[in-house]
């Protein structure tokens, strides 16, 4: 069988971890990863790195921040009215919701702190400002 090209469907194992070895995904406990090589399913250093691989073959990759989720941005701190929450909603420091943006999308964000009436969210990715490395594993090219 020829290694992974631009195009193909493949199975892949993989484990990503942070700069102190701190894992923050894998795919050991639910299966492999399904995707499309090239269509942008996931980060593209990630798909980049699957070409050339051959089933059974591993390798390690690290991603730099800005080749991931980008920086962290100021410009996504937002302060919310707490009315916009339901009453009954209990709202606490380091939660995560699912907010509607007004434009028919909808954002996960973490409370940074809850003050009287309001609530300030980081809309950030969660992973934004950090830097990646995956440990990749490729299973199958269907």
């Known amino acids: 069988m020829p290694p992974a090209s631009d195009g193909d469907r493949v199975r892949v194992h993989y484990t990503g971890t942070l700069a102190d070895g701190t894992v923050f995904d894998t795919t050991e406990e ?19 790195a699957l070409i050339g691989m051959e089933p059974g073959e591993r390798k390690s990759i690290d991603i730099p921040a800005r080749q991931a989720f980008g920086g962290r941005q100021r410009t996504f701190l937002r302060v919310l009215r707490r009315e916009l929450f339901t009453p009954d909603q209990k709202i606490k420091v380091g939660q995560r919701l699912r907010i509607d943006q007004g434009d028919g999308t909808k954002a996960i964000v973490e409370v940074t702190r809850v003050t009287g009436d309001d609530v300030m969210v980081d809309m950030n990715h969660p992973l934004a400002g950090r830097d990646l490395t995956f440990a990749i594993e490729l299973v199958d090219i269907v």
Not at 30 to 48: A, D, M, N, S, W
């Open 30 to 48: 639910r299966g492999p990863l399904e995707l499309v090589i090239g269509v942008g399913e996931t980060l593209q250093p990630f798909e980049q």
